[in-house]
């Protein structure tokens, strides 16, 4: 199950997200926000995040203006991975090396088609594990207040 959320500037491209969803079959829930009516990114990173920490859902597709604000909100959430992705190159790999959880994306900055492809590598790329888990490891240490130093 995925989880979608956004901010009054990423609603045109939620809604889109949305409609590939539904083509490929694939299980989502909405948590909003559910119009262009200004709507602080925050609160949906929040909203999102801790369904996919909770285990309710397997990963977050989040959209704000530029992508980042509601990465930066999403990376505040414990458990959670975001990656902003502007590029498919850079969805894959956040996939395979960091096992990503949560993935962000700007609407003012990339367009529909691209975001679709963004997804799609998204959520079809599995994580490598092996010698990459080793680095998550330290991504949750410090997440957890230990220091690597």
Do not use: W
Not at 8 to 34: N, S
Not at 43 to 70: N, P
Request: aromatic share 8%; with cysteine.
């Amino acid at each position: 199950m995925i989880v979608i959320g956004c901010d009054h500037a990423g609603f045109p491209l939620k809604e889109e997200i949305k409609a590939y969803l539904e083509q490929k079959k694939i299980d989502y829930t909405d948590i909003g926000c559910y119009s262009e009516e200004r709507f602080d990114y925050a609160i949906s990173a929040q909203k999102a995040c801790d369904k996919v920490v909770s285990g309710e859902c397997d990963k977050a597709i989040l959209c704000c203006g530029a992508g980042v604000g509601i990465s930066i909100a999403a990376n505040k959430v414990k458990g959670i991975r975001a990656c902003c992705c502007s590029d498919c190159f850079s969805a894959k790999f956040t996939r395979l090396h960091n096992n990503a959880n949560a993935l962000c994306m700007g609407a003012r900055v990339i367009g529909k088609g691209l975001a679709l492809e963004i997804v799609k590598v998204f959520l079809e790329t599995e994580y490598e594990g092996g010698r990459h888990q080793h680095r998550v490891d330290q991504i949750t240490a410090i997440e957890n207040g230990e220091k690597l130093y």
